[in-house]
């Protein structure tokens, strides 16, 4: 089955500064690369998500790149700000034949005023 | 629409114990699922449901059940709890795996 890793596990910024966390997965047939915001007490929440048939997408201060060629993935923070500080988790899936998600283990941010 | 709900919100059952952890959704969503989540683990899949009448297991089934007679309900079984159960448990729904999961507020179990 897949594997989604996620580095790093723990990760501590200045505000203003950028953060860029990592994922890499396993299975070439996954296709689809969501990204997840879990603020204390809540359940996830989708921040921004990527489809194997792009590269980068943005959103505001939030980017996703992906290479399929190496299987990995990684979200980009800019300008980060306090409200930022959460845990974040990638995740693989696929919309042919498998129908799981798999996530990654999480990387606790926090934004350093 | 209230999204995704859960209940109850917190419960501790002793070893042995059963119990069911209610989810329901009014997204009319074909796609849920059931997640545990401990430190340093991730969110790990339980059981799925691509639809009413159709469920399967996940990543770490043993020890629960699960049954969808509805679209809304998705109710997740304990049938006799041990120790090793106890966590923050959320459920999800979604159009599909490749689309946006909904998550509920998580119940939290401790079993002792």
């Known amino acids: 089955g897949e594997n989604v890793e996620q580095h790093p596990s723990t990760l501590s910024v200045q505000e203003g500064d950028s953060a860029v966390i990592k994922c890499t997965y396993s299975?070439?047939?996954?296709?689809?690369f969501p990204w997840y915001k879990q603020e204390l007490g809540k359940g996830p929440q989708l921040i921004i998500d990527i489809r194997s048939n792009v590269g980068e997408k943005k959103d505001q201060r939030i980017a996703v790149t992906l290479n399929k060629t190496a299987k990995h993935f990684s979200l980009h923070i800019t300008e980060t700000q306090p409200e930022d500080s959460a845990v974040y988790f990638c995740a693989a899936g696929s919309n042919f034949g498998n129908e799981k998600l798999t996530f990654g283990t999480g990387t606790r941010l926090t934004i350093i005023p | 629409n209230a999204g995704v709900t859960q209940t109850p919100k917190f419960q501790v059952l002793k070893t042995g114990q059963s119990m069911t952890l209610q989810c329901a959704q009014d997204m009319n969503h074909e796609y849920m699922s059931w997640y545990r989540q401990d430190p340093g683990m991730g969110l790990r899949l339980i059981h799925y449901s691509v639809g009413a009448g159709i469920t399967d297991q996940g990543e770490v089934p043993n020890g629960y059940n699960v049954s969808r007679s509805t679209t809304e309900d998705f109710p997740l079984r304990l049938l006799s709890a041990a120790p090793s159960q106890t966590s923050v448990y959320f459920c999800?729904?979604?159009?599909?795996?490749?689309?946006?999961?909904?998550f509920g507020p998580g119940t939290r179990l401790t079993v002792t």
């Open positions: 299975d070439s047939a996954s296709n689809y």
């Open positions: 999800a729904s979604s159009i599909g795996t490749d689309y946006e999961q909904y």
